[in-house]
């Protein structure tokens, strides 16, 4: 089965971290960029990070640059966000997702076509 696997989310203080990983299987792992996207509530979904394939040049959306890291790890087929200085206003539902497309990575959701289902970051003031 097609699958992305999200998990590493959590609760955590203002300042703090966490590192989330997306394992894939079922698919060409290293034929495909990963994405990441979050969605908190009201607000439209957001695309955070990417990296691309076979480059491994990432992409940073304005608000996290500096404080995101994407990584991918192709032996172990899963891609890690690591989230250093966490803010409250990065509270969302984070989403891994994946696409058959080779080059420069971009976060423009319609374009993928494999996602996770999520897992849920809070960040307290």
């Known amino acids: 089965e097609v699958q992305l696997v999200e998990s590493g989310g959590g609760l955590v203080q203002a300042g703090g971290s966490l590192r989330l990983s997306c394992a894939a299987s079922g698919f060409p792992f290293d034929d495909y960029s990963i994405g990441w996207f979050r969605q908190a509530p009201g607000k439209e979904r957001e695309g955070v990070s990417c990296i691309g394939n076979p480059d491994g040049n990432p992409y940073y959306t304005n608000s996290v640059k500096g404080r995101f890291t994407i990584s991918n790890d192709y032996a172990k087929r899963t891609v890690y966000l690591q989230m250093d200085s966490l803010k409250p206003e990065d509270t969302a539902v984070y989403y891994c997702?994946?696409?058959?497309?080779?080059?420069?990575?971009?976060?423009?959701?319609?374009?993928?076509?494999?996602w996770g289902q999520g897992t849920q970051v809070t960040v307290s003031s």
């Open positions: 997702a994946a696409v058959r497309l080779l080059g420069s990575c971009v976060v423009r959701a319609s374009v993928y076509h494999i």
